[in-house]
């Protein structure tokens, strides 16, 4: 199948197993046996198909012209402040993360297939920089207060799964790592260039220990009636890391980056995307 790089997979590579309309023209339209159509982008540059992994048979069955996708970090998240044992005074990840799906048909066209994309959803997790370890729940000691969390994460953060039994030391609790939204349904929308695409956006995910870090992504299908092979069982498509970033402590951190162009685009077009400047008060 084709290459995937660190941020970004080819459909096939890896593979475990609310839709807003753009603005741009639609070029074309090829309607399927299944009734779902492929709006080639036209502002979109086609690849050379013969980049393209061999045809996908599970993007087939939702119509026969699609041949590849492409999953890729199109924002990396940079730095972001401690929120501590806190639930009131986050600061979310600057930039926050975008995903961004490309489709391609069978010439090298990106598309838009909505009924693929809309049953889409991204949920990530946190990990440390080596990806080695998930830090999506993390043990502290009991009883640690936000003057002292920083000092007690050094001294003992150990990765817990969310899923399966745990056995606690005596003074020990579980504490989310990871606070905010970290699902993401799909939107159809306009980039920074004015160029249509599918992406996913993570607004509000907020650190709680400092420390250097990565989100993986999961790209995930669920199930739908309208499936044309109904399974009721959600699949994961494929998987990406983030590049590394670190979250500082109240005292160190240098403050908010300024909303980016691709931000601000999104925004302007519903996406609940905090917009600040770098002369705002940090």
Known sequence: MGGSSENSQYSGTGRDSSLAGGMAAIATMEASEHGSTLEIIPTARPVDPRTLPPADPFLQQFHPQLRAFRFTIVQQPIRARMCGS??????PLSPPAVIKLELFDMNGN???????????????????????????????????????????????KRGVTQFGQLTL??????????????????????????????????????????????????????????????????????????????????????????????????A???LKIPIRNTQENN
């Open 86 to 91: 806190s639930d009131k005074d986050w600061r």
């Open 110 to 156: 990106r598309v838009i297939e909505n009924t693929f994309m809309q049953h889409l959803v991204v949920h990530t997790t946190l990990w440390n920089e080596s990806k080695e370890e998930e830090l999506t729940v993390v043990e502290l000691p009991h009883n640690t207060n936000s003057k002292r969390i920083s000092a007690a994460a050094k001294s003992r």
């Open 268 to 270: 302007q077009q519903g």
């Open 169 to 266: 030391e005596p003074g020990l609790e579980i504490e989310n790592n990871l606070l905010g939204d970290a699902s993401a349904t799909s939107w159809v929308v306009e980039d920074e260039h004015g160029e249509r695409g599918c992406f996913f956006v993570f607004p509000n995910l907020s650190i709680r220990l400092e420390g250097r870090y990565r989100l993986r992504f999961l790209l995930i299908k669920l199930p739908s009636m309208t499936d044309p092979q109904p399974t009721m069982v959600p699949k994961c498509l494929g998987t990406v890391f983030s590049e590394a970033f670190d979250v500082y402590s109240i005292k160190t951190f240098p403050g908010m980056i300024e909303s980016t162009p691709l931000s601000r685009a999104l």
